[in-house]
C-alpha cells in the first residue's frame, strides 16, 4: 500500500500488520523503523481536521529529555491520491507490555523481567500521571483513558497510545470503557457529551489503584451484586464508609502512607458527588514521587518492598494468610462428611460410554473359555510333552522319537488331527517304520538287535505289542479324537 505524506510517498507493509481495532489498522513503514502507520477502516473529514489540528498544537513531552516517547502523538498525516486524509503517522514502540500484564501481579511474574517489584510499580504510576498530567497542561481531555491504551517499557517509562481519540477542542472523544467511567458520565451518549478533566482524574486514580492494589479494582467488593460499572455508579467502594467489604485477600488500603490513602478516599469517595475534589494528575505525580522515599526492603524476601510506616511486609503477610486459606480448604475437604445422595428408580445412560458397560460380560466369558479348553490348550503344537506322551528305554522296543514341532501360519485355522496323522508326525510315516532307521532295537529273548529298518517290517502278528495310530491317540490323549 502506498500513501502520501508532508515528505512524499511512503510504502506500508501489509504483509505484517501490527494491530487491528473497530477503527483502523496499524501497519509498519517500509524503510523506517521509527514509524508507523495508522489507516481508517472509513475515514472522514472531520477526522483529518483533527488530526491537523493535533499537529499544530503538541503536548510537551515528559519523556523527551531522555529518549523516551512518553505521548504517541501524531507525527505526520497520510492521504490518499485525492488528498482525503485516510490516516497518520506516529512513533514506533517497542519491546512494550501491556498496562494489564504490569498490574497483575501473576503475569508480571510471567512476562516482565526479575526485578520488576513494587519500587517499579510506584514509579510506573508516577510516569503514567506525568504523562497525563502533560496532556491536561495543552487544554486536551483523554476521554477513554484504560489500561488498552497504555504500554509499558522494562524500566517501567510508560507510553499512551490511540491519541486520535483524545477530545480537542470541539471534536469530542466518542469511546470509552464502563470501569474507568466517573459516574456522573455514565449512560450519557458520548457523541454529543463532553468531557472534563474530573472525569480523566477519576480513571488515572483507578490505574493508579490497580498498581499498588495487586490489580483489584477500586470498587471490586463482596456483599454487593452487579457489574463494576454499576456498583461505581451507586458508590459502592469498599473504602467508603458503610460500604462493601474489600476482596477477600485484596491489600488493605492502610498498607498505602496516609497521604495517598487520603487521595484514593477523594477519588472515589469524596469525588462520587463532588468531581472537583478528586486528585489532579500533577497531585498524583508529585505525591507517588514522594513517598518513594519511604519505601524499604523486605527482610524476608528480596523482591518485597513496604512502607516504613508498617512493621511487618504486607506481601508476606498475605502469602501467609494465602497457605493458611489453602491449609483449611485442605482440612475440610478431607474431613468434610457431606456426600450427595441420589433419588432411587431412574438411571440416565451416559452416551459414549459402551465399553465400560461391556467390560465385565467380556471378561466373564473369556474366563468361562479358558477354562472349558484348558486340557486342550496344554497340548497345542510345539508343546508336546514327549515323556508323558511316549514310554522311554525298551518298554515297546522303541529307544526314542525324534519329532519337529509344526508352527501354525499367522491367521491359519486349526485343524483336528486324526490318530494316524498324530502317528505319522511324531512317530514316522508307518506303525512299523520308525523314522531313525539306523538305530538298533533290542527286546527281551533276542540274542542280537535289529535296525529298525528291519524291525519296521514285520507285521503286527509278529509282534503285538506295537501299537498302531490309533491305539496310541485313545490311550495318551483322548478317547474322541474331536
Not at 53 to 82: C, E, F, K, N, Y
Not at 201 to 215: D, E, H, I, N, T
Not at 452 to 468: F, I, N, V
Request: with cysteine.
Amino acid at each position: 500500500m502506498r500513501l502520501n505524506s508532508s515528505t512524499g510517498q511512503i510504502a506500508l507493509d501489509t504483509n505484517q500488520m501490527l494491530g487491528s481495532g473497530g477503527e483502523a489498522k496499524v501497519y509498519p513503514v517500509k524503510g523506517d523503523r521509527r514509524l508507523v502507520a495508522k489507516v481508517y477502516h472509513q475515514p472522514t473529514t472531520e477526522r483529518g481536521e483533527k488530526l491537523r489540528a493535533m499537529l499544530s498544537h503538541p503536548p510537551v513531552d515528559p519523556g523527551a529529555s531522555q529518549g523516551r516517547i512518553s505521548i504517541a502523538w501524531p507525527v505526520d498525516v497520510l492521504t490518499d491520491a485525492g488528498g482525503a486524509v485516510v490516516g497518520y503517522l506516529m512513533p514506533a514502540l517497542r519491546g512494550t507490555y501491556p498496562f494489564s500484564v504490569v498490574y497483575h501481579p501473576g503475569a508480571r511474574r510471567q512476562s516482565l523481567p526479575p526485578g520488576f517489584d513494587y519500587r517499579y510499580l510506584l514509579r510506573t504510576a508516577h510516569n503514567l500521571s506525568a504523562a497525563v498530567a502533560a496532556i491536561h497542561d495543552m487544554g486536551y481531555v483523554i476521554g477513554d483513558l484504560n489500561d488498552c491504551n497504555i504500554l509499558v517499557q522494562p524500566d517501567a517509562t510508560v507510553t499512551i497510545i490511540d491519541c486520535d481519540s483524545f477530545q480537542v477542542g470541539p471534536y469530542l472523544c466518542l469511546v470509552g470503557r464502563p470501569e474507568f467511567t466517573a459516574p456522573e458520565v455514565a449512560g450519557m451518549n458520548l457523541s454529543v457529551t463532553g468531557r472534563t478533566v474530573e472525569q480523566d482524574r477519576f480513571a488515572l486514580a483507578v490505574l493508579v489503584y490497580q498498581l499498588l492494589m495487586s490489580g483489584y479494582h477500586p470498587y471490586a467488593g463482596v456483599g454487593e451484586p452487579g457489574a463494576i460499572a454499576e456498583r461505581i455508579n451507586a458508590g459502592l467502594c469498599p473504602h467508603a464508609s458503610g460500604g462493601p467489604k474489600p476482596p477477600r485477600g485484596a491489600p488493605m488500603l492502610d498498607w498505602l502512607p496516609p497521604s495517598l490513602q487520603k487521595m484514593v478516599r477523594g477519588a472515589f469517595v469524596d469525588g462520587h458527588n463532588a468531581p472537583s475534589t478528586r486528585p489532579s494528575a500533577k497531585d498524583w505525580s508529585d505525591q507517588l514521587l514522594q513517598v518513594e522515599k519511604d519505601l524499604i526492603g523486605c527482610r524476608r524476601n528480596g523482591s518485597h518492598a513496604h512502607f516504613s510506616h508498617i512493621p511487618k511486609c504486607p506481601a508476606c503477610q498475605a502469602e501467609a494468610a494465602r497457605k493458611k486459606v489453602r491449609k483449611q480448604a485442605g482440612g475440610a475437604a478431607a474431613n468434610a462428611t457431606l456426600r450427595q445422595r441420589p433419588m432411587p428408580g431412574v438411571r440416565t445412560r451416559v452416551p459414549g460410554f459402551v465399553w465400560p458397560r461391556l467390560t465385565t460380560p467380556i471378561v466373564l466369558l473369556s474366563v468361562m473359555l479358558l477354562a472349558y479348553n484348558w486340557s486342550n490348550l496344554k497340548r497345542l503344537p510345539g508343546q508336546w510333552d514327549m515323556d508323558a506322551v511316549l514310554p522311554q528305554g525298551g518298554g515297546n522296543g522303541i529307544a526314542a522319537y525324534l519329532t519337529e514341532p509344526s508352527v501354525p501360519q499367522k491367521n491359519e485355522p486349526r485343524k483336528l488331527e486324526s490318530g494316524s496323522d498324530i502317528y505319522r508326525k511324531l512317530i514316522g510315516s508307518s506303525p512299523y517304520e520308525p523314522l531313525a532307521r539306523n538305530l538298533l532295537v533290542t527286546e527281551p529273548g533276542m540274542s542280537s538287535g535289529k535296525t529298525l529298518g528291519e524291525y519296521g517290517k514285520a507285521t503286527k502278528q509278529d509282534h503285538p505289542e506295537l501299537e498302531t495310530g490309533s491305539e496310541i491317540y485313545r490311550k495318551y490323549i483322548g478317547t474322541d479324537p474331536y
